[in-house]
């Protein structure tokens, strides 16, 4: 495609955005940059590329393309999500302070609570669905609201706009992870947000064969904060996985237009089945933060929470599954089903899991492309013997 897709359509968008023919060959895909280093034309003088820490093409046109798809200035690809949290919360200090959805991915609460607290840095945990809890928590030291909307796993919706407004007040920052709806449903630099996050491993890739994770900065200093982590701290994305995140990325639209019909039945499935209790889905009517989350994206998402009562039935129920897979993970192809307490989240003490919802029944599933059908079938008969 010749020219700036910027104002062009979403899909197009996905499709093209910083992903110009090789000007070698005509190459439509962005080719794989398998090298480590650049030869210099003279010294001092190079193409733009001096080292592979510091840039690689594929790795260039990855960014390029979320910081488009979700608004921003500046996209920073690494090695996997947790690399890009850790990336961000550089911007922090000793004696800062973080305020956090309290239901958020198991592995970004281990990364606040037992390694940056190390280094002073301190955080509280909110139900960020209601903005006075927010507002309640902060202090003249804290510098950043981070929100999970929809949260993991309990699917707790965050008001962006509330939250932007209510962090610049304070002369904070916000930052979104926006894992679960993807850019294609929802956008949070749109309503206020500094930095946006991704695992990229999940909807972006979809296809569950890379791993990596993003950030995406709309103020300059951190723009330019990101780009000097990189460099210094070197956990940027390998240029295969950029290459297969672009790939996953050009069908994230149909995938995700799937994902959200198939998710909508199996939650509406779900929500009136005899065996099962409480449902978690932003879609469903009587979902707390439906309203809000209908201002501020387009979609409900694949991800359903559900509780099955205990340890004991939630086990038996994943252990009779068989269309769906029971792993770690979300957003590919195929639908994936867990147990947050014993897997993604249990870095969480099981006192704070059961404060917050997450109890030994719950079991998240992520509605992938089969036949959903099939998926109604499979639950049904794993549901057969509670």
């Not at 723009?223 to 990325?249: M, Y």
């Not at 799937?258 to 089945?273: D, M, N, Q």
């Not at 979300?330 to 989240?345: Q, Y």
């Not at 998926?375 to 057969?384: K, M, P, S, T, V």
Request: aromatic share 6%; hydrophobic share 45%.
């Amino acid at each position: 495609m010749k020219g700036d897709p910027k104002n062009l359509g979403f899909s197009t968008r996905a499709i093209h955005a910083g992903q110009q023919p090789d000007p070698a060959t005509g190459a439509l895909n962005v080719p794989i940059y398998a090298t480590s280093t650049y030869v210099q034309d003279a010294l001092g003088e190079h193409k733009g590329f001096e080292y592979a820490r510091v840039h690689n093409p594929t790795r260039t046109a990855l960014e390029v393309n979320v910081a488009n798809l979700e608004g921003g200035l500046s996209g920073h690809a690494f090695a996997s999500g947790m690399a890009a949290i850790s990336t961000l919360m550089t911007v922090l200090s000793a004696g800062d302070h973080v305020v956090a959805s309290h239901t958020v991915y198991g592995g970004t609460y281990r990364l606040l609570t037992q390694v940056l607290d190390r280094y002073g840095i301190a955080s509280s945990w909110v139900d960020s669905s209601d903005l006075a809890n927010v507002e309640d928590a902060l202090t003249e030291r804290t510098r950043m609201v981070y929100v999970e909307t929809p949260t993991n796993p309990m699917m707790e919706i965050t008001d962006l706009a509330g939250a932007a407004a209510i962090a610049h007040r304070h002369g904070a920052i916000l930052a979104v992870d926006n894992t679960f709806a993807s850019p294609a449903l929802q956008r949070p630099i749109e309503h206020g947000a500094d930095v946006v996050v991704h695992s990229a491993t999940k909807f972006l890739n979809g296809h569950s064969d890379a791993l990596g994770g993003i950030l995406v900065a709309n103020r300059q200093q951190d723009s330019e904060w990101f780009a000097f982590v990189q460099k210094s701290a070197g956990a940027v994305l390998g240029p295969f996985d950029a290459f297969l995140t672009l790939r996953g990325i050009k069908t994230l639209v149909v995938r995700m237009e799937k994902h959200e019909t198939s998710g909508r039945i199996v939650a509406e499935h779900l929500a009136s089945h005899p065996k099962v209790g409480r449902v978690f889905y932003p879609g469903l009517p009587d979902h707390p933060g439906r309203a809000i989350h209908e201002r501020q994206a387009s979609g409900f998402g694949a991800l359903i929470s559900f509780d099955l009562g205990g340890f004991a039935a939630a086990k038996t129920f994943l252990d009779r599954v068989r269309v769906m897979s029971l792993a770690e993970s979300l957003g590919g192809v195929e639908t994936l089903i867990s147990h947050p307490a014993s897997m993604t989240h249990a870095s969480v003490p099981a006192a704070e899991r059961q404060r917050i919802g997450i109890v030994d029944g719950l079991v998240r599933v992520s509605v992938g492309l089969e036949n959903v059908e099939d998926l109604l079938a499979d639950l049904d008969a794993a549901l057969a013997p509670l």
